[in-house]
């Protein structure tokens, strides 16, 4: 192998390396059986959720783990492999991926990481069943103004009695 093939792919090592050590989340898929039509579909679900997929080498994939905390990921490079890498939100890939999943039988999630922790087929699917941050957010600030509403209704319920009483 000439020199310059050597120093293609330890560039690619490297590339690799930086998007899995950057990300707060990464998932593994096995993309084969689906058409064209339903890849750039998903892709540009994930682009939209601000999440990168990109298909890499097994070899380049085995590579760029090692000395890293994801080496155990390594037994999921096998066959046709896409890592979609988030570095915001850490449960927008395995949201998308899921749901997609389920409308698309050719797509299989081997496994990835989430928050930089590797995890589980089982506790990806729960990851994905979590409502977004923005739904988290809403319902956080809804439970904060519930009671002050309550005081307001008694308030405006004490207010109304005095006038009626005057």
């Given at each position: 192998m000439s020199?310059?093939?050597?120093?293609?792919?330890?560039?690619a090592v490297k590339v690799a390396n930086g998007l899995l050590t950057d990300a707060e989340s990464a998932i593994v898929v096995d993309y084969r059986g689906l058409t064209v039509d339903e890849?750039?579909?998903l892709r540009k679900q994930l682009r939209d959720a601000g999440v990168k997929m990109v298909v890499i080498?097994?070899?380049?994939?085995?590579?760029?783990?090692?000395?890293?905390?994801y080496e155990d990921l390594k037994?999921?490079?096998?066959?046709?492999?896409?890592?979609a890498f988030?570095?915001?939100d850490p449960i927008a890939p395995?949201?998308?991926?899921?749901?997609?999943?389920?409308?698309?039988?050719?797509?299989e999630i081997k496994g990835g990481f989430i928050e930089k922790d590797i995890?589980?087929?089982d506790e990806i699917n729960e990851f994905a069943e979590l409502p977004s941050r923005d739904d988290l957010l809403s319902m956080l600030a809804s439970a904060l103004q519930?009671?002050?509403?309550?005081?307001?209704r008694a308030v405006k319920a004490v207010a109304d009695k005095a006038d009626e009483a005057a």
């Amino acid at each position: 192998m000439s020199e310059a093939a050597i120093a293609k792919k330890a560039e690619a090592v490297k590339v690799a390396n930086g998007l899995l050590t950057d990300a707060e989340s990464a998932i593994v898929v096995d993309y084969r059986g689906l058409t064209v039509d339903e890849v750039t579909d998903l892709r540009k679900q994930l682009r939209d959720a601000g999440v990168k997929m990109v298909v890499i080498k097994n070899k380049i994939l085995e590579r760029a783990v090692d000395g890293t905390d994801y080496e155990d990921l390594k037994s999921v490079f096998v066959g046709p492999t896409a890592v979609a890498f988030s570095n915001e939100d850490p449960i927008a890939p395995a949201k998308i991926m899921k749901k997609f999943a389920e409308d698309h039988d050719a797509l299989e999630i081997k496994g990835g990481f989430i928050e930089k922790d590797i995890k589980t087929l089982d506790e990806i699917n729960e990851f994905a069943e979590l409502p977004s941050r923005d739904d988290l957010l809403s319902m956080l600030a809804s439970a904060l103004q519930d009671p002050m509403r309550k005081i307001a209704r008694a308030v405006k319920a004490v207010a109304d009695k005095a006038d009626e009483a005057a």
